[in-house]
Structures are given as C-alpha cells and as structure tokens.
C-alpha cells in the first residue's frame, strides 16, 4: 500500500501566527504484517533509518513508526482490520507528493527485504 493522505484529528501542528501559509497534513502508510500471500513481514525498528533521514531532513517531516499487533484505530485514524506496520508522517501539504514519490521505493525495498516466506511448498 502507497502512501496516502489522510487528516488525522492531531494534525493541528501551526503555530498560531498572522501567516495562514502554514498548512500541513499527516499521510500514514499501512504494512500489512500477514501479506495477501500468507508471508510475513518482520520489520525491525533499525530498518526505518534511511526512511527517518529523508523525511527529516529533506522534507522536514515529523515521521514514526508503529507496529500494531492487533486490528484497530490508533492515533486517530480510521480501523484498519488486520495487524500492520503504520508509518506516519506529517509535513507541508505541498510537499506531500513529492515526499510520498521520494519514500515509497524506500519502504517497498524494506518490505521485500523484510518479507519471509511462510509456507514453502514441497516439491515433488
């Protein structure tokens, strides 16, 4: 799943100035840790360094990282019905495109590279 834009309760992150050109957006990504081919991903924390550096300090984006283990709502966005990864990042809402070009290559190399097999099948 690409990043996606979604405004989440929490994202009121302007200070309170005469300038309305502040205006920024929380976008998340959710990593299914079961993929729709019954794998596994197993993404350690160490893993998001790269991810971390480019949003920080290309875009200077605010970005974390969670592991839900359970399905639900956290952080103030909508039901997700499956235990996931959630990358969320909030940052200028002009840069939102261009971030999300930048970092999804990133995140799917960690994926893949993070993704184990479950059930190999015997060959005959």
Not at 15 to 44: F, K, N, Y
Request: glycine share 4%; proline share 10%.
């Amino acid at each position: 799943m690409p990043l996606t834009t979604t405004t989440a309760p929490h994202t009121l992150l302007c200070p309170m100035v005469l300038t309305p050109t502040c205006m920024t957006h929380t976008i998340r990504r959710v990593i299914p840790v079961i993929t729709d081919d019954g794998d596994r991903v197993e993404i350690p924390y160490f893993a998001w360094a790269d991810v971390a550096h480019v949003a920080e300090e290309e875009f200077d984006a605010e970005i974390s990282f969670h592991l839900h283990p359970e399905p639900g709502a956290y952080h103030g966005f909508p039901y997700v019905p499956f235990a996931h990864y959630s990358i969320e990042v909030t940052l200028d809402e002009e840069r939102v495109e261009a971030f999300k070009e930048r970092i999804n290559p990133l995140v799917n190399e960690i994926i893949e590279s993070h993704t184990k097999q479950l059930g190999v099948p015997v060959g005959r």
